[in-house]
C-alpha cells in the first residue's frame, strides 16, 4: 500500500488566497483526521471523518476552514480566504477500526 | 482537558547508549497511547501501540510500557543507533479519535 497521500508537499500562496489541500486515505481504512502542526502548538486535531462523515469539526479554527469527504478515498481540506497566521504544517491521516493511526507526508503551507 | 507532557524536549546520547523517552498525562482514563517517530520534514511513522488494558509492547529494539494509574508511558530504546535521530511523540487516546492528544515530543540525537 503507498500510504497516506497528500498533494501538494509544499504551497506558498499569499494572503487572502483560496488554499486547497488534498488527502488520499489508505483502501480500507474507514476514519481519516486532518491535522495542523506548529512549532507553538503542536499537533492539532482540525476534523474527523467516519465512513466520510464529519464527526467533529470543533478543532477547526475559524469558518475560513473547511473540509469535505466526498467519498472514502479522497477528502480536501479549504481555506478561504488564507492568513499569514495559517502558515502550518498540515497532516491527514488514517485509521480503521484498529485504531493505529498513519499519516502522510503533510503539507507545508506558507502564507506570505 | 487531558495535557500530554514529554520530558526531556531535547536529548543527545551517543551511540550505542540505552536511553528512555518520557510521556506523562493528566488523564488516567485512556483508550490507547501511541508512540510516533517524525523525521525532519516528513509525517509521523507509528512505532508502538499499547491499549490500555496492557502494560508493554515491545518491537525490534524499542519497548514502551504503560502505567496507567500513575499517568506514565515510557518509550526504551536500546542500543541507540545514528538512524535512531528524530522527533518521538507520544499520543493519549482518552476515548474517540477527537480527543487523541498529542505531546510536544521529544527530539532525539544519536552522535556516532
Known amino acids: 500500500d503507498a500510504g497516506v497521500i497528500q498533494s501538494p508537499r509544499h504551497e506558498v500562496t499569499e494572503m487572502g488566497q483560496e488554499v486547497t489541500l488534498r488527502c488520499k486515505p489508505i483502501?480500507?481504512?474507514?476514519?481519516l483526521f486532518w491535522y495542523r502542526q506548529t512549532m507553538m502548538r503542536g499537533l492539532e486535531l482540525l476534523i474527523y471523518?467516519?465512513?466520510?462523515?464529519?464527526?467533529?469539526d470543533s478543532g477547526m479554527p475559524e469558518d475560513r476552514f473547511s473540509a469535505k469527504m466526498p467519498n472514502a478515498s479522497f477528502s480536501t481540506l479549504k481555506i478561504q480566504p488564507s492568513e499569514p497566521r495559517d502558515s502550518a504544517v498540515y497532516f491527514c491521516?488514517?485509521?480503521?477500526?484498529?485504531?493505529?493511526?498513519?499519516f502522510g507526508s503533510g503539507t507545508q503551507l506558507s502564507v506570505l | 482537558k487531558q495535557e500530554v507532557t514529554q520530558i526531556p524536549a531535547a536529548l543527545s546520547v551517543p551511540e550505542g547508549e540505552n536511553l528512555v523517552l518520557n510521556c506523562s498525562f493528566t488523564?488516567?482514563?485512556?483508550?490507547?497511547l501511541q508512540w510516533f517517530r517524525q523525521d525532519p520534514g516528513k509525517g509521523l511513522t507509528s512505532l508502538l501501540l499499547?491499549?490500555?488494558?496492557?502494560r508493554e509492547q515491545t518491537s525490534g529494539r524499542l519497548n514502551a510500557s504503560l502505567d496507567k494509574s500513575s499517568g506514565r508511558s515510557t518509550l526504551y530504546i536500546a542500543a541507540s543507533q545514528p538512524g535512531d535521530s528524530a522527533t518521538y511523540l507520544c499520543?493519549?487516546?482518552?476515548?474517540?479519535?477527537?480527543?487523541?492528544?498529542f505531546g510536544i515530543g521529544t527530539k532525539l540525537q544519536v552522535i556516532p
Open positions: 499520543a493519549v487516546n482518552s476515548g474517540g479519535y477527537q480527543k487523541v492528544t
Open positions: 471523518f467516519n465512513n466520510n462523515v464529519p464527526i467533529d
Open positions: 488523564d488516567s482514563a485512556i483508550y490507547n
Open positions: 499499547i491499549q490500555s488494558s496492557q
Open positions: 491521516a488514517s485509521s480503521s477500526s484498529a485504531g493505529k493511526l498513519f
Open positions: 483502501s480500507g481504512h474507514n476514519s
